[in-house]
């Protein structure tokens, strides 16, 4: 059974950062064929994708965090990292991970993490 858990959220200042984690079991991520994906969904609006991560260690981001934002595995820890720099107001948002084992099969969502950046 495959769990997604996010963490690392929380409450920082315009110009900071934050590292949200998203801890993977169930399957390895380091099998090529997967693809962990950060979402987040701000009040009021449709969900979407901030950065991926497939198994063999392409990365994508959205253009509103190239720059500012750095995804990447922990493979000791199964998991993925999304390093946020230079935070913006319009940053905050609830942030989604989602794990997919491989082609065909469907993502497995994590519960969300809060990411509030404000002064």
């Known amino acids: 059974q495959v769990h997604v858990v996010e963490s690392g959220g929380g409450l920082v200042q315009p110009g900071g950062s934050l590292r949200l984690s998203c801890s993977v079991s169930?399957?390895?991520?380091?099998?090529?064929?997967?693809?962990v994906t950060w979402y987040r969904q701000a009040q009021g609006k449709e969900r979407e994708l901030v950065a991926t991560?497939?198994?063999?260690?392409?990365?994508n981001y959205a253009d509103s965090v190239k720059g500012r934002f750095t995804i990447s595995r922990d493979n000791a820890k199964n998991a993925v990292l999304l390093q946020m720099n230079s935070l913006k107001f319009e940053d905050t948002a609830v942030y989604f991970c989602?794990?997919?084992?491989?082609?065909?099969?469907?993502?497995?969502w994590g519960q969300g993490t809060q990411v509030t950046v404000s002064s």
């Open positions: 991560i497939t198994g063999s260690g392409r990365t």
């Open positions: 169930g399957f390895s991520l380091l099998f090529y064929t997967t693809g």
């Open positions: 989602s794990a997919v084992a491989g082609l065909g099969h469907s993502p497995n």
